[in-house]
């Protein structure tokens, strides 16, 4: 079935580094531009980072701009966040999504589980 | 930027009780928003996008409309599977997610 399973959280400390994994399966993920999402504990959902199908548009949130890095590998039907510097408030919940059409911004229509980062000494 | 105002913060409903969310967008996103509900320790689930079009395998009992910058999310006939927190998200410009309102029990 189509699903999306994140992978890669954890506990890091205050200036380390992190990177998340998200394996798509069920659909053709070539085909769609994917995101990241996250959600600290008790808040909203904040959209983070979206990469197009093929890799050669990404654009960001201001919050994380020049910390983070979002890629794929197609070949390995596997979307990536590459978290840098990481601070107290990059801690939440963080969610790989699916766009629904053919837009880079898009509905988001498949979610992942979510994968855990606690930023703390 | 575009800021999204969602309305109420917190709504609380019987079974069976119609009720509607209401998201603000402050410059016109066209018809570009789609609504989410989430329940605790889940993921978001897509119930709307394009502001008025249901997702597959949504109940009929979820419906959206409006354009421009007012859109509205109304839930006919409460169910007890509806308690949970729903998010309006504009998609005209970036991605952006509204604040959520909590439907609770009353």
């Known amino acids: 079935q189509v699903q999306l399973v994140e992978s890669g959280g954890g506990v890091v400390q205050p200036g380390r580094s992190l990177r998340l994994s998200c394996t798509a399966s069920?659909?053709?993920?070539?085909?769609?531009?994917m995101h990241w999402v996250r959600q600290a504990p008790g808040k909203g959902l904040e959209w983070v980072a979206v990469?197009?199908?093929?890799?050669?548009?990404?654009y960001y949130v201001d919050s994380v701009k020049g910390r983070f890095t979002i890629s794929r590998d197609n070949s390995k039907n596997t979307l990536y966040l590459q978290m840098n510097s990481l601070r107290a408030g990059d801690t939440a919940v963080y969610y790989c999504?699916?766009?629904?059409?053919?837009?880079?911004?898009?509905?988001?229509?498949?979610w992942g589980h979510g994968t855990m980062v606690t930023v703390s000494s | 930027d575009i800021q999204m105002t969602q309305s109420p913060s917190t709504l609380s409903a019987s079974v069976g009780d119609r009720v509607s969310i209401t998201c603000r967008a402050s410059?016109?996103?066209?018809?570009?928003l789609a609504w989410y509900q989430q329940k605790p320790g889940k993921a978001p689930k897509l119930l709307i996008y394009?502001?008025?079009n249901l997702q597959s395998g949504v109940p009929s009992r979820f419906s959206g409309s409006g354009s421009g910058t007012e859109f509205t999310l109304t839930i006919n006939n409460l169910q007890p599977d509806d308690f949970a927190t729903y998010y309006c998200?504009?998609?005209?410009?970036?991605?952006?997610f509204g604040g959520g309102t909590k439907v609770e029990i009353k």
């Open positions: 410059q016109s996103i066209s018809s570009w």
């Open positions: 999504t699916k766009d629904y059409g053919d837009y880079v911004f898009d509905a988001f229509d498949i």
């Open positions: 069920g659909f053709t993920f070539s085909t769609y531009g």
């Open positions: 990469i197009s199908y093929d890799g050669t548009d990404k």
């Open positions: 394009k502001a008025s």
């Open positions: 998200q504009q998609y005209n410009s970036y991605s952006l």
